[in-house]
């Protein structure tokens, strides 16, 4: 599975988009990108994920360059309860496994 | 909605204690993970299985074996605690049906071996 990049902070205010990035420059073609994110003291929970399009559901909206190099998380509106620790992984999906690897992540502030 | 569950949140044991973390997930999933989490190490694979019976070693299987009897089961043993095995340990399950394998993490297990 292709390793990701991710910045090791971020604050953002209550209410504005926050934007995450992640960059994967080595994904190969069959390889999803997939968000989850952990609230302190809880196992991770996921977000989205998408191949190459972009996606968005009633949590956040994923932005995937056109070359699939890198993306971005975007939650629209932060609120308080956002604040957690956000991951980035790229893996390929259609497998028995479906393992993840999970890096350090994004520790996403939000401040009121 | 999913619904993995750990048995216990926080527990202490002793160096050479043989311990077990119970995972259950009521989605009908086949595939079951553990990971430990430790700081700066981010989230490790321990083991996997994909059906019942069957297991295969993740990254970090030393120290460690599993049990899976039932499909809803996945147990992790530690045949002989030591400190170094202080860390967050978490339960996930995966749905390969629907193509996607989205994870689904039960809120995990903080053990401490002194």
């Known amino acids: 599975d292709a390793k990701t990049t991710q910045p090791t902070s971020m604050d953002c205010a209550e209410g504005r988009a926050a934007n995450l990035p992640c960059n994967h420059s080595?994904?190969?073609?069959?390889?999803?990108v997939y968000w989850y994110r952990q609230i302190h003291s809880q196992g991770p929970q996921y977000i989205i994920h998408?191949?190459?399009n972009n996606e968005t559901n009633e949590m956040a909206s994923l932005i995937i360059t056109e070359d699939r190099k890198s993306s971005t998380l975007i939650l629209p509106h932060a609120t308080l309860r956002d604040t957690a620790v956000y991951y980035c992984i790229v893996r390929v999906a259609n497998t028995n496994a479906g393992k993840s690897t999970f890096g350090d992540g994004t520790t996403l502030t939000v401040k009121p | 909605d999913v619904k993995v569950t750990q048995s216990s949140r926080y527990l202490v044991k002793r160096t050479g204690e043989k311990v077990f973390l119970e995972c259950v997930q009521d989605?009908?999933?086949?595939?079951m993970f553990w990971y430990r989490q430790d700081p700066g190490l981010g989230l490790r694979l321990i083991y996997f299985s994909y059906d019942v019976k069957m297991k295969e070693k993740g990254d970090i299987p030393e120290g460690y074996s599993v049990s899976r009897e039932k499909k809803e089961r996945f147990s992790l043993i530690l045949e002989s605690a030591s400190t170094n095995q202080t860390s967050m340990y978490l339960c996930?399950?995966?749905?390969?049906?629907?193509?996607?394998?989205?994870?689904?993490f039960g809120p995990g297990t903080r053990l401490t071996v002194l």
């Open positions: 989605m009908d999933h086949e595939n």
């Open positions: 998408g191949l190459k």
């Open positions: 080595t994904i190969s073609g069959n390889e999803y």
């Open positions: 996930a399950s995966t749905d390969p049906t629907g193509g996607q394998y989205e994870q689904f």
